[in-house]
């Protein structure tokens, strides 16, 4: 199976920009939906965007948030800009073996241990 660890979080102010990355091993990242969900305090886990054959984004980052892959490096990365305490959340990537139009939390069979990523105003 594929592992999947995150890095890049930490602590930004509002209106700034961050990257998070995502090394997979075990596995080649071409050959899987690629998606980043997170978690805010107090909330349930929400989807945030993913790739595939058409990428989709939750209506709260688009425009602001994108997803992209370095297949040499196997990587995959979510830039996020004009950052809001909304957005402060521990993010996760995860894989998924395949892509359908309507994916669900549990199409992404594996998932990493998650970045805390904290905006402040």
């Known amino acids: 199976q594929v592992q999947l660890v995150e890095s890049g979080g930490g602590l930004v102010q509002a209106g700034g920009s961050l990257r998070l990355s995502c090394a997979a091993s075990g596995g080649t990242l071409s050959m899987y939906v690629m998606g980043w969900f997170r978690q805010a305090p107090g909330k349930e886990r929400e989807f945030v965007g993913r790739?595939?054959?058409?990428?989709e984004y939750a209506n709260s980052v688009k425009g602001r948030f994108t997803i992209s892959k370095d297949n040499a490096k196997n990587m995959v990365y979510l830039q996020m800009n004009n950052l809001t305490p909304e957005d402060t959340a521990v993010y996760y990537c995860?894989?998924?073996?395949?892509?359908?139009?309507?994916?669900?939390?549990?199409?992404?069979?594996?998932w990493g241990q998650g970045t805390q990523v904290t905006v402040s105003s």
């Open positions: 790739d595939g054959v058409s990428t």
């Open positions: 995860a894989a998924a073996t395949r892509w359908r139009l309507t994916m669900l939390m549990s199409d992404f069979a594996w």
